[in-house]
């Protein structure tokens, strides 16, 4: 099956730096990429959507100066959090959908990335 | 508004026992599909079911089947026959067709916790 793989699992950071995730679609060319956030215990909240090529389109309330979204190739988008501070620490997560896919279908999800800013 | 609903926080089931997860959600898309993931801790999303607004008899999966009342705009997720494995975070989304593009809406979740 579509498989999503999401780098790195666990990063520390400093305050002030950057951190880049990366998600790769490994067996299929992932037109549209969905970027989540989800603090513990709560819900998936949709920080941005991407097709290959085009500028993201965020969602309200999300900083795109602060969260950079690079979907260059078919198979790779980047988020990179930008100067990041302790409120950003939290989980982040991708999912990739092929063009094409029937509505039931094609929602791959990454594993997921922990972000914690000291 | 919110878009889907999920009233339970946590619910605790026996191991080996049907536990009902509520999902409700508001739209005025005609088009929609509902999905239910799992999240087990170490926070991956596991696609369990999916239901589309058109589909006339309620999807089932194995263990798991929704219970699709399109008229009181709900989707709860029935699980038998509980397993350990099953003690996760389990989420309603929504796809809009027609209005919402391809994006999921998620609802806040509720905590399964199986016991012996």
């Known amino acids: 099956g579509a498989v999503v793989s999401q780098h790195p699992s666990r990063v520390i950071c400093k305050s002030g730096t950057s951190v880049k995730i990366e998600c790769r679609s490994l067996?299929?060319?992932?037109?549209?990429m969905f970027w989540y956030r989800q603090f513990p215990k709560q819900s998936l909240m949709l920080m941005a959507t991407?097709?290959?090529?085009?500028?993201?389109?965020?969602e309200q309330g999300v900083e795109k100066d602060k969260f950079l979204i690079n979907h260059a190739s078919l198979t790779l988008s980047t988020l990179t959090v930008t100067s990041a501070h302790p409120e950003d620490s939290s989980f982040y997560i991708c999912?990739?959908?092929?063009?094409?896919?029937?509505?039931?279908?094609?929602?791959?999800f990454g594993s997921g990335t922990r972000l914690t800013v000291v | 508004a919110q878009k889907i609903t999920q009233t339970q926080p946590g619910m605790f089931v026996q191991e080996k026992e049907a536990v009902t997860l509520d999902c409700t959600y508001d739209?005025?898309?005609?088009?929609?599909?509902l999905f239910w993931y799992k999240q087990p801790s170490s926070g991956e999303m596991i696609f369990l079911i999916y239901?589309?607004?058109?589909?006339?008899q309620n999807a089932t999966e194995g263990r798991y089947s929704l219970n699709f009342q399109k008229a009181r705009k709900s989707a709860n997720l029935v699980i038998s026959a509980s397993q350990l494995g099953d003690s996760a975070m389990y989420f309603c989304?929504?796809?809009?067709?027609?209005?919402?593009?391809?994006?999921?809406?998620f609802g806040t979740g509720t905590q399964l916790k199986v016991e012996l």
């Open positions: 067996d299929f060319q992932a037109t549209t």
């Open positions: 239901q589309g607004s058109y589909d006339q």
């Open positions: 999912s990739a959908r092929e063009l094409g896919t029937a509505a039931n279908y094609g929602y791959t």
């Open positions: 739209t005025s898309d005609p088009s929609y599909g």
């Open positions: 989304a929504m796809r809009e067709l027609t209005g919402g593009g391809n994006k999921l809406t």
């Open positions: 991407s097709n290959e090529g085009s500028k993201a389109t965020y």
